[in-house]
């Protein structure tokens, strides 16, 4: 579970520990979830900059995107270990389809075990590797964005 009431949205996880894929329908508030948590990362982030602590291990989110990667040359890999040891609360995986694969799949479950992680991937072949990952759907209202697991 996972809360935030400190920004313009509430954000609401009603998740526990595990590896949630978001359904692919468009216009659901994937990108605004992400984009939210976004802001709450490097919110966390400068705080701790102006605490004059190191930055990078102290956020209690991980975003990332294809475009992290594609325009910052940002690895997911070296990002991924640092949460084996520095664990997160949330991590949103935004276009995992693009640069996901099998070599994130191990350290994805090992971290699957402390931290709730959102995946948004078109390519259904792309998260079929994962052994127990579930379903989640997003409630977006003005104000608010509620993520909670697709019943079965």
Known sequence: MYTNTNFPIDI???LDNGIYIFNHESSTGKTRLFKALRGIQ???QLVHKIDEEPVQNHASILTYTYNDLLLYNIELEPLLNDCLIDHKS???LDRYDLYGSEMYVDVLE?????????IDC???E???SFTDDKICFIEMSETS???TELPV
């Open 110 to 118: 090992r971290i699957s075990k402390h931290s709730i992680i959102l």
């Open 126 to 128: 792309k998260v079929s």
């Open 145 to 147: 964005i509620i993520v």
């Open 90 to 92: 949330v991590i949103i």
């Open 42 to 44: 490097i919110f966390e």
């Open 12 to 14: 609401y996880i009603q």
């Open 122 to 124: 078109n390519i259904i």
